[in-house]
């Protein structure tokens, strides 16, 4: 769950293509900053010293990733995520991702904007059981060219 917790506001936007979400294989490069982050066992300061360093990820989008789009997500997932809702039209992006682990679940609600080249999208996600938590992040994305 902490690996999944942690790529979480990643989840939707790398692979995030469909015939509705067009964006273009190739080389995309996303920027996770951390807006809040809330847990009653997160040791004092670990929630500020993560806010304060975002985190740059660079990945290789091929085609046949973009053809299966928010699904590369879930089959990742082992069968633990599913979406219960994710539509994207008109430029806008909105999904709602759930996760159900041995130790709780975590709900990651996404919203932004997208062209073929571009991704700006707002995150929340709140864990229960024992990882309880809770975190807004803002990730803005780009494809940098060919992989």
Not at 67 to 72: E, H, Q, S, W
Not at 76 to 87: A, D, H, L, Q, V
Not at 108 to 128: F, H, I, K, L
């Amino acid at each position: 769950m902490n690996r999944l917790l942690a790529a979480a506001p990643l989840l939707l936007v790398l692979p995030a293509a469909t015939s509705s979400l067009p964006i273009q294989p190739g080389k995309w490069q996303s920027i996770v900053t951390i807006t809040d982050m809330q847990s009653p066992r997160m040791p004092r300061g670990v929630g500020a010293a993560m806010r304060a360093h975002p985190t740059t990820v660079t990945a290789c989008v091929t085609a046949v990733q973009a053809a299966n789009g928010p699904r590369a997500v879930l089959q990742g997932s082992n069968g633990k995520c599913r979406y219960t809702s994710f539509n994207a039209t008109g430029g806008r992006l909105s999904s709602v991702m759930v996760c159900a682990f041995a130790s709780g679940t975590m709900t990651v609600t996404s919203n932004g904007g997208y062209t073929a080249t571009t991704m700006d999208v707002s995150g929340s996600s709140v864990s229960t059981g024992r990882m309880q938590m809770t975190s807004k992040t803002h990730t803005s994305a780009r494809r940098l060219g060919g992989c």
